[in-house]
């Protein structure tokens, strides 16, 4: 195979795999393709590697699930030198530990970072993607792999004025690398979710005074983080292997409580002091502790009201009290969030909760916010407002398929795709962590893992039988949509207004389009396409002329 060819203006590198982003999907992706001796460039839009870890470095940012799951499980060298030094990681050490595998497993060569790619067409004639980058390249691969991650599209309010403010205004998930003072200051934050949580708690002590701009209450538990002693990371590493396998094979991907039990198999009483343990066991304890909390609504509201209990025992003032408390929808259809001191800082004097549905925001001024009610002047405005989740990182690339169709077309009444891993019409591309999979409903470093050694095997069976294209069916993936869509009609997350369902993007379409069904049965359907030599579910092309 040619490396190079010249056209009229650019010079075409040639090769196996193109990998777009470099958090853990696209870092596994590189590790694996590289081991199978492919040709192959990573491109990163950021300067180095970590994907959401490298931008998310707002302040309080910290990983929710425990930090020995939530690390690779690929490498044996990886899991014995590094050592977590708590059991939920802080945005710094995850970092460290993304380039401490990057070091190790020396991968920054086959990735360019600082380079965004722009555009991706399939060339039918020579059954390749020609790929283009915001620096100019014009690369031709034979497969495509978009790790770019179900969270990585930053999104503003929609609020009129932004750009208007004088003051020093931040976006969490672009924060910058420099330290940011917050003392004496007037702080405005506008959202609660699970990174406004992580900024209001840490940034309320800090500052002269914080306003907490709030639409919607999320449901917070207990993180009961603790620092890891020194025997029990080693009673870790000798049993990894262990570990990981119960991860896969668990619905959510990791090692987290999960039970068997009915909420109303249980009395009144051991349901209480069932409860009652999950909170003081800290983490997502209590979405473990009963099985039917997504699929039956009286349960869930049972447990709600717990939850809802506990912030009135903490935060003082009755009135703030209430309008923290959520309501509307059930607990964890909003992704689950945890905290240290979140509803301990609503006691502070100096924090202030503004109820947007109360006292509605009009604008944001050269001086702070306008509600209806008054002006509040800032010294600083953070935006912790989410991103255009499952799907926008995707259509930030100008994708074309098979007859010039675009993604930003076959998915213009909502993402569909065979197992979110590939979709008919568009040969040869891949997706980690689409949005027709798991993706935010398990840990994802367990989905990458599976994608990516999915992929690695979809190559190999190419290679095996001198294929040149691949793609599923029509009918696999309607097939694929329907079960993804009769699961979901059963699932309590569609009870809430969140970007699981794509609520939080205004003119996007609007349905849970992930697989709720767990982990394993994922894997399961994986295993199942590649059956029969792929025959069932993929058509492939042999016979068209390679260049």
């Not at 839009?45 to 302040?59: D, E, M, T």
Request: charged share 20%; net charge neutral.
């Amino acid at each position: 195979m040619s490396s190079e060819k010249t056209t009229q203006s650019n010079t075409v590198r040639r090769l196996d795999v193109v990998v777009v982003g470099a958090g853990f999907g696209g870092m596994y992706a590189v590790y694996k393709f590289n081991q199978m001796g492919l040709k192959i460039q990573g491109f990163e839009a950021g300067s180095n590697v970590g994907g959401v870890w490298f931008w998310n470095r707002y302040p309080g940012a910290r990983v929710d699930l425990p930090s020995i799951d939530y690390s690779f499980g690929f490498s044996h060298e990886v899991e014995q030198e590094w050592t977590w030094s708590e059991q939920f990681a802080a945005q710094p050490e995850l970092l460290q530990y993304i380039n401490f595998v990057a070091d190790r497993l020396d991968l920054r060569r086959h990735i360019q970072f600082n380079t965004r790619v722009t555009s991706a067409e399939w060339n039918e004639q020579r059954q390749v993607w020609v790929v283009k980058t915001d620096q100019g390249e014009v690369l031709e691969a034979t497969y495509c792999v978009m790790a770019t991650g179900p969270l990585s599209i930053p999104r503003d309010p929609d609020i009129p004025g932004i750009g208007s403010f004088k003051g020093e205004l931040y976006r969490a998930a672009r924060w910058p690398h420099q330290p940011v003072s917050y003392a004496g200051k007037r702080v405005g934050v506008i959202g609660t979710g699970s990174t406004g949580i992580q900024i209001i708690q840490e940034v309320g002590p800090q500052s002269g005074e914080l306003f907490v701009f709030q639409r919607t209450p999320s449901f917070t538990m207990p993180m009961r983080n603790v620092k890891l002693e020194a025997n029990y990371v080693a009673e870790v590493k000798r049993n990894y292997a262990g570990l990981r396998e119960i991860a896969r094979n668990s619905p959510a991907g990791g090692n987290r409580p999960a039970s068997t039990r009915a909420f109303f198999s249980v009395t009144p009483e051991q349901r209480l002091s069932l409860m009652e343990d999950a909170w003081k066991q800290g983490g997502l304890a209590m979405l473990g502790t009963f099985a039917d909390l997504m699929v039956n609504e009286e349960a869930n509201e049972h447990v709600a009201n717990f939850v809802r209990g506990k912030i009135g025992d903490v935060v003082k003032d009755p009135v703030t009290a209430e309008k923290l408390k959520p309501k509307g929808y059930p607990i964890f259809a909003r992704r689950p969030c945890l905290d240290t001191s979140y509803y301990e800082t609503f006691n502070l004097p100096t924090v202030h909760l503004v109820d947007c549905n109360e006292e509605e925001i009009l604008e944001i001024t050269p001086k702070g916010i306008r509600t209806k009610n008054r002006e509040i002047e800032l010294d600083m405005l953070i935006l912790a407002t989410g991103y255009d989740g499952l799907t926008g990182a995707m259509l930030a690339v100008d994708v074309k398929g098979r007859n010039g169709l675009k993604v930003s077309q076959k998915w213009a009444e909502g993402a569909s795709s065979y197992l979110g891993l590939m979709m008919a019409g568009f040969p040869n591309l891949f997706m980690t962590t689409g949005p027709n999979g798991p993706a935010a409903l398990a840990n994802i470093i367990r989905i990458s893992e599976n994608d990516v050694d999915w992929i690695a095997s979809a190559i190999e069976h190419m290679a095996k039988n001198k294929q040149t294209a691949m793609e599923p069916t029509s009918q696999a993936e309607e097939g694929w949509m329907t079960v993804v869509a009769t699961l979901s009609k059963r699932s309590l997350l569609n009870k809430a207004k969140t970007w699981y369902l794509g609520a939080n993007v205004k003119d996007k379409p609007q349905g849970l389009t992930m697989f709720v069904g767990g982990f394993p049965k994922y894997r399961e359907y994986c295993g199942l396409a590649t059956q029969d030599n792929y025959k069932a579910n993929f058509k492939f092309e042999a016979d068209a002329a390679r260049v």
